[in-house]
T-cell receptor, first 114, second 114 residues
Framework: QKEVEQNSGPLSVPEGAIASLNCTYS??????FFWYRQYSGKSPELIMF????GDKEDGRFTAQLNKASQYVSLLIRDSQPSDSATYLC??????????????FGSGTQLTVLP | SAVISQKPSRDICQRGTSLTIQCQVD?????MFWYRQQPGQSLTLIAT?????????ESGFVIDKFPISRPNLTFSTLTVSNMSPEDSSIYLC???????????FGSGTRLTVV
C-alpha cells in the first residue's frame, strides 16, 4: 500500500465550478498535511497546510482533514483556467521523527475548461 | 518563506559523467532535502542533509551515486555520479525555514542524460 494515495485523474471541471481533490494516507500517526500546486515545468508551490481535523479556508481554497478516516481533501471554489495544474498531496509521516521530510502522493492533474 | 537559488536550471550530460547541483538559501536552515521527480511522476526523497553531519539517504539511494555536501546552514550540493539515461529527471532541493509553515522548493534542475 502506498503511503499517500491520490485519485489519479485527470480531473476536468468547467470554469466557475468546484474542483474536489482527495488524498488518503496510511500512517495513522501523521500530523502535518500539505497541498502543493505544480505547473508544468515548474517546481511545487505550497497552497495550504492543515494540522487539525476539520476545515481550513484560504480564499478560494478549502482543505479538509479527517484523521479518523485518514483522508485530506482540497476544494477549489470558482475554479479558473489558471488553476489548471497538478496538485500534490504531501504528508509528514508520524515515524519521520525530527527529520520531518515530506512524503508525496502521485498527484492529480486538474484541467479547468473555459 | 525562504528563497532558494538552485542551479543549473537544466543540463544535458553524457552518460558516465557527473553533475553537481547547487542550492543556496537566503536564510539559515537546519535541514535541506533533495528530491527527484522522474518524468510524469511525483517527488521522491533522495536524502536529508544536515549541516555538520553525513546526509541520510532513503531506500534505493546511495552516497556513492548521490554524494551530498552541506558545508554551512545556507548551502548544499547534490552530485549525480556516473550518470545513465535513467537518471534523467528533475532534481529539487527543499527547506523548512521554520516550523512546518511552507516547505519551500528550489526551481529545480532538469537533467537529461544522453
Amino acid at each position: 500500500q502506498k503511503e499517500v494515495e491520490q485519485n489519479s485523474g485527470p480531473l476536468s471541471v468547467p470554469e466557475g465550478a468546484i474542483a474536489s481533490l482527495n488524498c488518503t494516507y496510511s500512517d495513522r500517526g501523521s500530523q502535518s498535511f500539505f497541498w502543493y500546486r505544480q505547473y508544468s515545468g515548474k517546481s511545487p508551490e505550497l497552497i495550504m497546510f492543515i494540522y487539525s481535523n476539520g476545515d481550513k479556508e484560504d480564499g478560494r481554497f478549502t482543505a479538509q482533514l479527517n484523521k479518523a478516516s485518514q483522508y485530506v481533501s482540497l476544494l477549489i471554489r470558482d475554479s479558473q483556467p489558471s488553476d489548471s495544474a497538478t496538485y500534490l498531496c504531501a504528508v509528514i509521516p508520524g515515524a519521520s521523527g525530527s527529520a520531518r521530510q515530506l512524503t508525496f502522493g502521485s498527484g492529480t492533474q486538474l484541467t479547468v475548461l473555459p | 518563506s525562504a528563497v532558494i537559488s538552485q542551479k543549473p536550471s537544466r543540463d544535458i550530460c553524457q552518460r558516465g559523467t557527473s553533475l553537481t547541483i547547487q542550492c543556496q538559501v537566503d536564510s539559515q536552515v537546519t535541514m535541506m532535502f533533495w528530491y527527484r521527480q522522474q518524468p510524469g511522476q511525483s517527488l521522491t526523497l533522495i536524502a536529508t542533509a544536515n549541516q555538520g553531519s553525513e546526509a541520510t539517504y532513503e531506500s534505493g539511494f546511495v552516497i556513492d551515486k548521490f554524494p551530498i555536501s552541506r558545508p554551512n546552514l545556507t548551502f548544499s550540493t547534490l552530485t549525480v555520479s556516473n550518470m545513465s539515461p535513467e537518471d534523467s529527471s528533475i532534481y529539487l532541493c527543499s527547506v523548512v525555514p521554520g516550523g512546518d509553515y511552507g516547505y519551500t522548493f528550489g526551481s529545480g534542475t532538469r537533467l537529461t542524460v544522453v
